[in-house]
């Protein structure tokens, strides 16, 4: 069974489910190329925090394979009232900056619904 990845459905399903809690939204490939995203606020840099959090992905899946575990999934970083949340799926990195009362969950169960069958 293979899986389609509707980049423009996983972006509106969280920007209408999570509203004015989340920030921004971007879809990058896993070496930080930006291919969607939604910013609330005019003062973030969408190239440099993918550039970055791609970075970050790399140096977990080098630390996690290093100690022999699996590369991670997905990341959490806390931050005052906020979550950058980043997560791998199908070869892209969705990355989210929301205020931290976002459920998590609520994430991953957006995202999932959000995947289509083909």
């Keep these: 069974m293979t899986v389609l990845l ?17 920030y921004f939204i971007l879809v ?16 973030f840099n969408k190239a440099s925090i ?3 959090v791609s970075q970050l992905y790399e140096l ?13 999934d997905f990341n959490i970083i806390h931050s005052d ?3 950058i949340l980043s997560i791998k799926i199908l070869e892209k990195l969705i990355i989210l900056l929301t205020e931290d009362q976002v459920k ?3 994430v991953f169960n957006i995202i999932n619904q959000s995947v289509q069958p083909s």
Excluded: Q, W
Aim: charged letters at 25%; a negative charge; zero cysteines.
């Design 28 to 43: 990058t490939s896993e070496n930080g190329v930006v291919i969607r995203s939604y910013i609330n606020e005019d003062e």
């Design 60 to 72: 977990a899946e080098e630390t996690t394979e290093s100690i022999g575990l699996h590369s991670p």
């Design 81 to 83: 009232n906020y979550y």
């Design 6 to 22: 509707d980049l423009d459905l996983i972006l509106n399903n969280l920007i209408n489910e999570l509203g004015p809690s989340v």
């Design 104 to 106: 998590v969950k609520d």
């Design 50 to 52: 993918s550039l970055n």
